[in-house]
């Protein structure tokens, strides 16, 4: 049965806009939705995480690096984490951190050109890297016999969203799919951005006729079904407007949910109910499972 939760309770936060739409006004190339930062800003045991480096292989042979977070006591279940465009897993860390604490373990990706990561981040070789996560994470004896989960925020929600869709075999690995603050469309959220300043108003169709078309995650969401998916967003993204969410609600299989709340851009786990909304529909979802 469908399901709406709506939490209006979370504080506005500054907005950090992490779609810069020059280059993508003056370029062809899908390269300029990625940011990445190469140094880490810290590390999970700085905030008394236990962690391990794990290295991967994406499909074209590119070094992938990765941080798997341990979970306190008893194992719930495996989250992997697909961050947004901008900066490393170290600086992501915020969203996941209290996942081991209520005894998920978590594995976080750098993208290729992200930290530790080789190569240069473009689409759709990503989607190489995601898969390898995917498949790590299923291979490992650890989460063997648990529920694993699939989190991805931003850009990393439109893309991982668009692989599992895509890849039978990997959203069969899948207890849940969450999809926080995702786009739609490649062309639209960039003529959308664009459309924001006078600057870059005038580009923002030909800024969006550079973009991937293929790929958006609106024509491919309803692959997800019948495995449980969770969109959240927040009504006041100033990056990603809200009515992406909603359009992506709409268009999704059963069974589906959607979490709204009053708040900005990936500031979701940042608020404690907003954490057991989520916690809520892992163990919904673990229970259909077992059905």
């Known amino acids: ?73 008893e194992v719930k279940g495996t989250i992997v984490f ?13 969203s996941v951190y209290w996942l081991p604490e209520k005894g998920y373990q978590v594995l976080m990706l750098d993208y290729r050109g992200y930290g530790s990561s080789q190569g240069k981040p473009g689409i759709p070789e990503i989607f190489a890297d995601i898969s390898a996560a995917l498949e790590w994470t299923f291979a490992d004896p650890r989460t063997e016999g648990k529920p694993v989960f699939m989190l991805g925020q931003s850009l990393g929600a439109s893309m991982s969203g668009y692989v599992v869709a895509t890849r039978q075999d990997l959203l069969d690995g ?58 959240i967003h927040g009504t006041q993204d100033a990056v990603i407007p809200f009515s992406n969410g909603e359009e992506l609600f709409a268009a999704a299989g059963e069974p589906k949910n959607f979490l709204r709340y009053d708040g900005p851009h990936i500031e979701t786990f940042k608020d404690v109910q907003l954490r057991e909304m989520m916690l809520l529909f892992f163990a919904d979802a673990q229970a259909r499972q077992k059905e």
Request: proline content about 5%; overall charge neutral.
């Open 82 to 94: 697909f961050h947004g465009n901008a900066e490393n897993i170290s600086t992501h860390l915020g």
């Open 174 to 231: 899948l207890t849940g799919v969450v999809l926080d603050a995702a786009f739609a469309s490649y062309p639209e959220i960039t003529r959308e951005v664009a459309s924001r300043h006078w600057l870059t108003w005038s580009f923002q169709y030909p800024a969006s006729w550079t973009m991937p078309r293929k790929y958006n995650l609106i024509d491919y969401i309803a692959e997800i079904s019948p495995t449980p998916l969770l969109i």
């Open 1 to 73: 049965m469908r399901q709406v939760f709506t939490i209006v309770s979370i504080s506005k936060l500054r907005i950090i806009l992490i779609f810069v739409v020059i280059g993508l006004q003056l370029s062809g190339c899908s390269r300029y939705l990625f940011f990445p930062q190469k140094q880490w800003v810290r590390t999970p045991e700085q905030l008394g995480i236990k962690y391990e480096n794990i290295s991967l292989t994406s499909s074209d042979g590119t070094q992938l690096s990765a941080w798997w977070l341990e979970a306190y006591g």
